[in-house]
Antibody
Framework: EVQLVESGGGLVKPGGSLRLSCAAS????????MSWVRQAPGKGLEWVGR??????????DYAAPVKGRFTISRDDSKNTLYLQMNSLKTEDTAVYYC??????????????WGQGTLVTVSS | VIWMTQSPSLLSASTGDRVTISCRMS??????LAWYQQKPGKAPELLIY???TLQSGVPSRFSGSGSGTDFTLTISCLQSEDFATYYC?????????FGQGTRLEIK
């Protein structure tokens, strides 16, 4: 059974940094494209970014609102995905979900999700 | 960026009803569309991808149709556990984007 467990959320001041982690199990993590999707309180879903598997180049892509501030990385030896968030803004307040990418969608639809971790950016 | 319009935003229905939710794209996306269900306080769940392919484990009362710019999610016989919010998502072009959601509530 696929399991994704996020951690690292919390309260941070504007301009601050936070690193989220996602521990994966139940599938071959090293082969998976992984994405982060966020949801602001009471709002819809927003794709944040993704990282391809190392065999597919290990490259990253980001949504425009976070590009240059957020960095996605992975440690395949630990089956763990990371989201480093810098220069945080109040509009980054959201629940952040770690997701797997379905290869039948080119990695860009999401069959498995973690439970989410809440990031609150406030002074 | 591809813009998506889901309708209706709110849908009231009863158990046993057949309901449809629409998703319209600002440009053609072939069949590169997925549908998700989200219950309050929970992560979304993938229902359908490639516009009409049912994700493993999803009940057959859910179906998807459409291609190009107009897509539909149909629930053939509403069950109590189906009252939730539904999102469409395109993955035809970068970045992947979601519709604004349709909340399905009990009438």
């Amino acid at each position: 059974e696929v399991q994704l467990v996020e951690s690292g959320g919390g309260l941070v001041k504007p301009g601050g940094s936070l690193r989220l982690s996602c521990a994966a199990s139940g599938f071959t993590f090293s082969n998976a494209w992984m994405s982060w999707v966020r949801q602001a309180p009471g709002k819809g879903l927003e794709w944040v970014g993704r990282i391809k598997s190392k065999t597919d180049g290990g490259t990253t892509d980001y949504a425009a609102p976070v590009k240059g501030r957020f960095t996605i990385s992975r440690d395949d030896s630990k089956n763990t995905l990371y989201l480093q968030m810098n220069s945080l803004k109040t509009e980054d307040t959201a629940v952040y979900y770690c997701t797997t990418g379905n290869p039948y969608c080119g990695g860009d639809c999401f069959p498995s999700w973690g439970q989410g971790t809440l990031v609150t950016v406030s002074s | 960026v591809i813009w998506m319009t889901q309708s209706p935003s709110l849908l009231s229905a009863s158990t046993g009803d057949r309901v449809t939710i629409s998703c319209r794209m600002s440009q053609g996306i072939s069949s590169y569309l997925a549908w998700y269900q989200q219950k309050p306080g929970k992560a979304p769940e993938l229902l359908i991808y490639a516009a009409s392919t049912l994700q493993s484990g999803v009940p057959s009362r859910f179906s998807g149709s459409g291609s190009g710019t107009d897509f539909t999610l149909t629930i053939s016989c509403l069950q109590s556990e189906d009252f939730a919010t539904y999102y469409c998502q395109q993955y035809y072009s970068f970045p992947p984007t979601f519709g604004q959601g349709t909340r399905l509530e009990i009438k």
